[in-house]
């Protein structure tokens, strides 16, 4: 595209011209390759610090041609490891790769930085965008212009905008209306806003070029990062957390910061304590010595280490003094730098881990483990540490960090300790999901509640909904109205964890459940110990249920139609199948020994915060996918359309049980629907299904 000539003056007669913009569909092999030597050149100089020099035909005029966006992604196997980009003006080619490598490299925020001991493995992915071409139109028409495979698109509605490149339509085998659903989810939008007047909706050609980042690299690239600090300057570190852990103890004054020692960010912290008693002549009987490690872990951004590492000795001291330790103590300090990410659980790509130099670390938002051995390879220290984590953590994120230690080998877990307690269990959600006075929680209930109407029947379970009573206790209700509630026989409710509290997988030790300060439902501690003794998956704590409301709404109700009716409460967060179906085996023989066995109740809601349509789209498919009895299946359906069944593991768990006790499953769906039936509000909805299996 040129511009016209400027003016020309009495100084010069020249004509300006911009460069020419890119015709995508006409590009050559050399100039494919030339885009893909640029950004791999840009990634290589980033991640390692070191300017990678580029071939001379990268510096033609052909880099000055005039795109509209690009975009660079970078890939290790299917794990996406990092996909930035530019648009929105005319820019250079060259620039515009260059910029879009550079942030994919360091500044994708949802991820660890590239690191070095990672470009080996990488595939690189450069895809040049074309100008936006506003789709005309309204409503379902506009589909009819986005052609899969070729088009990429991007959504502006209000301040919200979001884009997918061509690629991401093919990879996922979307239809056109599906890709524009998947954009507005992109931007945080309803997945029917592409249809709206006010959505202003953009495709734009792409064109896509990919190659493995080694063929492109030089050799003798460095594999890691050059350490900031020396041995010596960390073994000091160590002597002064000792003496900062003597001084909290004593009372005397600790260094908060130490000018004479670097200070830097670090990704990985780990104290390791070991302590024991003093000798002693009447000592007569050997005392185990003790270990135990303060660990705190930041990929991104990282954490100030003299600060945490001040706190950290805070914290240790306290525990010791709880412990009311008097004895030798002695401190190992541990560093981790330059993140890389490797995957999820058993499926981590780990070749290039170098367990001389790295630690493997394994975590989730609640759990941290890492393991450092140079004896081990990285696969025998990645099984080490998903042995020691807890159930539903197993498959977390897997890193590698460059590491620093005063010890020869490390091994941290840091994992919530069980609460056990007894007395009743206090009301989370008293006043939010239901009214907090008793005569009022009674007339709200019986509005949707009657215990004198309709048939009950025998069954092998149910599921019922948890959100606010409002919103679906008549769905909730029709279920447990339906079901023969036998008052001598308990009734296991079993839901997913909404709170990061507590362990993974919870059962509630509480003797009762309190819905007012003078009401209370019984619990079953008994039975309750003796679920958590075998099936050893699960443990008893108060912790995970002190917030959980997925048990709680179902109180009230159960208050109404069977006031003498005990509960044991299941909570559960995330668990693989193989996690799942270990557990069910334990659970099955567990119930087939009990002559009164308790009812098993899913708690779950469906699909959250679509639009009305899609939701009950989604809905549907989950729901079909447990009508056919296969809780593998079931699992399987939500993981691949993205459908966020809040209790897709209890359900998977209590189906796969009844299978294992001998039971061919028939599931009747006694109602559904969702909150936009009560609030009107069809723009972002949760849906609600009540079943029975029988």
Same mark, same amino acid.
């Given at each position: 595209m040129s511009n016209s000539p400027s003016k020309p003056t009495t100084q010069s007669a020249s004509v300006a011209v911009s460069p020419a913009a890119l015709q995508l569909d006409r590009l050559t092999s050399s100039q494919r390759q030339i885009c893909l030597q640029l950004a791999a050149s840009s990634v290589a100089t980033a991640v390692t610090g070191q300017p990678i020099k580029t071939p001379p035909e990268s510096l033609s005029e052909f880099v000055q041609s005039i795109v509209m966006g690009a975009f660079v992604?970078?890939?290790?196997?299917?794990? #996406?490891?990092?996909?930035?980009?530019?648009?929105g003006k005319p820019m250079a080619l060259g620039s515009a790769i260059s910029s879009a490598a550079l942030r994919t490299a360091r500044e994708d925020q949802r991820m660890a930085p590239i690191s070095t001991c990672e470009l080996a493995y990488l595939d690189l992915e450069v895809t040049l965008l074309g100008p936006l071409q506003h789709i005309s139109g309204a409503g379902t028409k506009r589909a009819e212009s986005v052609e899969?495979?070729? /088009?990429? #698109?991007?959504?502006? %509605?209000?301040?919200?905008?979001?884009?997918?490149?061509?690629?991401? =339509?093919?990879? %996922?085998?979307?239809?056109?209306?599906?890709?524009?659903?998947?954009?507005?989810?992109?931007?945080?939008?309803?997945?029917?806003?592409?249809?709206?007047?006010?959505?202003?909706?953009?495709?734009?050609?792409?064109?896509?070029?990919?190659?493995? #980042?080694?063929? *492109?690299?030089?050799?003798?690239?460095p594999t890691s990062g050059p350490i900031p600090l020396s041995l010596d300057e960390l073994r000091e570190y160590a002597q002064v957390?000792?003496?900062?852990?003597?001084?909290?103890?004593?009372? !005397?004054?600790?260094?908060?910061?130490?000018?004479?020692?670097?200070?830097?960010?670090?990704?990985?912290?780990?104290?390791s304590m070991e302590w024991g008693p003093e000798p002693n002549d009447q000592q007569t009987s050997a005392v185990p010595i003790q270990q135990g490690n303060a660990i705190q872990v930041s990929f991104r951004p990282g954490i100030p280490l003299q600060s945490n590492l001040y706190q950290m000795c805070q914290r240790t001291t306290n525990m010791l003094a709880q412990q009311q330790f008097s004895g030798q103590l002695t401190l190992g300090l541990t560093l981790g730098f330059d993140p890389a990410f490797h995957?999820?659980?058993?499926?981590?790509? *780990?070749? !290039? +881990?170098?367990?001389? =130099?790295?630690?493997?670390?394994?975590?989730?938002? %609640?759990?941290?483990?890492? =393991?450092?051995?140079?004896?081990?390879?990285?696969?025998? *220290? *990645?099984?080490?540490?998903?042995?020691?984590?807890?159930?539903?953590?197993?498959?977390?994120?897997?890193?590698?960090v460059q590491v620093m230690s005063t010890l020869p080998r490390v091994?941290?877990?840091?994992?919530?300790?069980?609460?056990?307690?007894? !007395?009743a269990r206090a009301p989370a959600v008293a006043g939010q999901f239901y009214p907090?006075?008793?005569?009022?929680?009674?007339?709200?209930?019986?509005?949707?509640?009657?215990?004198?109407?309709?048939?009950?029947?025998?069954?092998?379970?149910?599921? +019922?909904? /948890?959100?606010?009573l409002k919103y679906s206790g008549h769905i909730a209700a029709k279920v447990w109205q339906s079901i023969d509630l036998n008052p001598n026989r308990t009734v296991l409710i079993i839901s997913p964890k909404h709170t990061t509290q507590g362990v993974n997988w919870a059962i509630c030790p509480h003797d009762s459940w309190a819905l007012s300060a003078t009401t209370t439902i019984a619990g079953d501690p008994e039975l309750a110990s003796q679920m958590a003794q075998h099936v050893?998956?699960?443990?008893?704590?108060?912790?995970?249920?002190?917030?959980?409301?997925?048990?709680? +709404?179902?109180?009230?109700?159960?208050?109404?139609?069977?006031?003498?009716?005990?509960?044991?409460?299941v909570a559960m967060h995330a668990g693989s199948w193989s996690e799942i179906k270990s557990a069910a085996v334990k659970m099955a023989d567990w119930l087939q020994s009990l002559d009164n066995p308790p009812l098993l109740v899913i708690s779950s809601d469906m699909n959250h915060f679509a639009d009305d349509a899609e939701n009950r789209r989604r809905d549907r498919m989950a729901l079909d996918a447990m009508a056919s009895g296969d809780p593998e299946r079931l699992l399987d359906v939500c993981r691949q359309h993205e459908i966020s069944m809040c209790g897709v593991v209890p359900a998977a768990l209590v189906m796969e049980t009844l299978r294992q006790m001998g039971h061919s499953l028939n599931i009747q769906q006694l109602d559904y629907g969702t909150s936009a039936d009560v609030s009107g509000d069809k723009s972002r909805v949760v849906g609600y299904a009540g079943l029975i299996l029988t």
């Open positions: 992604t970078l890939r290790r196997g299917h794990l #996406l490891r990092g996909c930035c980009g530019v648009l899969i495979g070729k /088009h990429g #698109l991007m959504i502006r %509605r209000g301040q919200a905008s979001g884009l997918l490149l061509p690629s991401v =339509a093919t990879e %996922r085998g979307w239809s056109a209306t599906e890709f524009l659903q998947a954009v507005c989810q992109k931007a945080q939008l309803p997945t029917d806003s592409w249809l709206k007047e006010d959505a202003e909706v953009f495709r734009f050609d792409g064109l896509a070029m990919s190659i493995g #980042l080694k063929e *492109l690299l030089p050799s003798g690239l957390a000792a003496e900062n852990i003597a001084a909290f103890a004593c009372g !005397g004054t600790p260094s908060y910061v130490v000018p004479y020692l670097p200070d830097q960010s670090v990704n990985a912290l780990v104290l995957g999820y659980g058993g499926q981590a790509d *780990l070749a !290039g +881990v170098d367990t001389a =130099a790295r630690a493997i670390i394994v975590s989730d938002q %609640r759990h941290c483990a890492l =393991a450092y051995d140079p004896s081990q390879s990285a696969e025998q *220290l *990645l099984n080490q540490l998903q042995s020691a984590l807890p159930v539903g953590s197993k498959e977390g994120w897997v890193h590698s091994f941290s877990l840091s994992v919530p300790t069980p609460i056990l307690a007894q !007395g907090a006075e008793d005569a009022a929680r009674r007339a709200f209930v019986s509005e949707f509640c009657d215990s004198s109407t309709g048939q009950t029947q025998s069954v092998l379970a149910a599921m +019922v909904p /948890h959100a606010g050893p998956a699960f443990q008893l704590d108060a912790a995970a249920h002190a917030s959980e409301h997925g048990i709680e +709404v179902q109180l009230p109700i159960l208050e109404q139609l069977a006031p003498g009716i005990k509960v044991i409460g």
